[in-house]
């Protein structure tokens, strides 16, 4: 079975006291990740070593720490930036690249992300690789095309055997942060679509074992309904995750 994964992406949120906290929280819940599941963490920055003693002295298995970004380069003159070197000599497990704030704010191209995949590949870390369309392309019915696109740019110059090492979050960006979300019909139809392309380019080594992940205002309430389609391999989740009650139910929603 694939890897299904509850990812947490706190971004720009928490004092360092409110995210102990949350920690501290979630590792002590009963439930403990199947050989098949994962929890991660994606910490901002200033976090992430306090995520990893957490995690650690828990001694709880099935969790891992992720870190939110890092820089297209190895190391140099770039005052500001985290690299996957920094990461990997943490002990961090991944990296998040491309989420749509990182595209929209901070005008990160699909070639520069291309850069950064390759980076945190060739440092060990696992790239948790965002892609999604805006409400006008989905209303236009143009979404296939515009994530084939993203896809392709950033990833398709990757052999099968590192191809196999990436995890894909799908993330419609009108869905994130505004309380709507994809329909679970939805968010299938375009999960299968995604496993289609790395069929084709990859074959079923790859498609077949590729974790897919569904972003966008993924909640309690929905999570279960929108993990059981069968190309919906977890959720990459944003508000929700920072209430430890709230994630717990998302966690334990996993197949």
Same mark, same amino acid.
């Given at each position: 079975?694939?890897?299904?994964? %509850? !990812?947490?992406?706190?971004?720009? =949120? &928490?004092?360092?006291?409110?995210?102990? /906290?949350?920690?501290?929280?979630?590792? #002590? +819940?009963?439930?403990?990740?199947?050989?098949?599941?994962?929890?991660?963490? %994606? !910490?901002?920055?200033?976090?992430? =070593? &306090?995520?990893?003693?957490?995690?650690? /002295?828990?001694?709880?298995?099935?969790? #891992? +720490?992720?870190?939110?970004?890092?820089?297209?380069?190895?190391?140099?003159?770039?005052?500001?930036?985290?690299?996957?070197?920094?990461?990997?000599?943490?002990?961090?497990?991944?990296?998040?690249?491309?989420? #749509?704030?990182?595209?929209?704010?901070?005008?990160?191209?699909?070639?520069?992300?291309?850069?950064?995949?390759?980076?945190?590949?060739?440092?060990?870390?696992?790239?948790?690789?965002?892609?999604?369309?805006?409400? #006008?392309?989905?209303?236009?019915?143009?979404?296939?095309?515009?994530?084939?696109?993203?896809?392709?740019?950033?990833?398709?110059?990757?052999?099968?055997?590192?191809?196999?090492?990436?995890?894909?979050?799908?993330?419609?960006?009108?869905?994130?942060?505004?309380?709507?979300?994809?329909?679970?019909?939805?968010a299938q139809e375009m999960h299968a679509f995604i496993r289609s392309l790395l069929d084709a380019r990859y074959?079923?080594?790859?498609?077949?074992?590729?974790?897919?992940?569904?972003?966008?205002?993924?909640?309690?309430?929905?999570?279960?309904?929108?993990?059981?389609?069968?190309?919906?391999?977890?959720?990459?989740?944003?508000?929700?995750?920072?209430?430890?009650?709230?994630?717990?139910?998302?966690?334990?929603?996993?197949?």
């Open positions: 079975m694939r890897k299904q994964i %509850a !990812a947490a992406n706190w971004k720009m =949120h &928490l004092t360092v006291g409110q995210a102990d /906290e949350l920690l501290k929280r979630l590792l #002590s +819940v009963e439930w403990t990740p199947g050989a098949h599941q994962e929890v991660v963490f %994606a !910490a901002p920055a200033p976090y992430l =070593h &306090l995520a990893m003693v957490r995690v650690a /002295e828990s001694g709880r298995q099935g969790f #891992s +720490v992720f870190a939110q970004n890092c820089y297209s380069e190895s190391s140099g003159a770039y005052t500001g930036e985290t690299s996957a070197l920094m990461l990997e000599s943490m002990g961090v497990s991944g990296v998040i690249l491309g989420h #749509s704030e990182r595209r929209e704010y901070f005008n990160e191209t699909d070639e520069v992300l291309a850069k950064k995949v390759d980076m945190a590949l060739h440092y060990r870390l696992t790239p948790l690789f965002c892609c999604g369309e805006p409400l #006008s392309v989905r209303e236009a019915g143009t979404q296939n095309a515009f994530v084939a696109r993203q896809i392709e740019r950033s990833l398709f110059h990757l052999d099968a055997a590192l191809m196999s090492r990436i995890v894909i979050a799908y993330e419609p960006i009108w869905a994130i942060g505004t309380g709507k979300t994809a329909t679970s019909l939805q074959g079923s080594s790859v498609s077949g074992h590729l974790s897919i992940l569904y972003g966008g205002s993924v909640k309690a309430g929905n999570a279960s309904e929108i993990f059981s389609r069968p190309d919906v391999d977890g959720g990459l989740v944003g508000g929700a995750s920072l209430q430890a009650g709230e994630f717990e139910v998302i966690m334990r929603a996993l197949k």
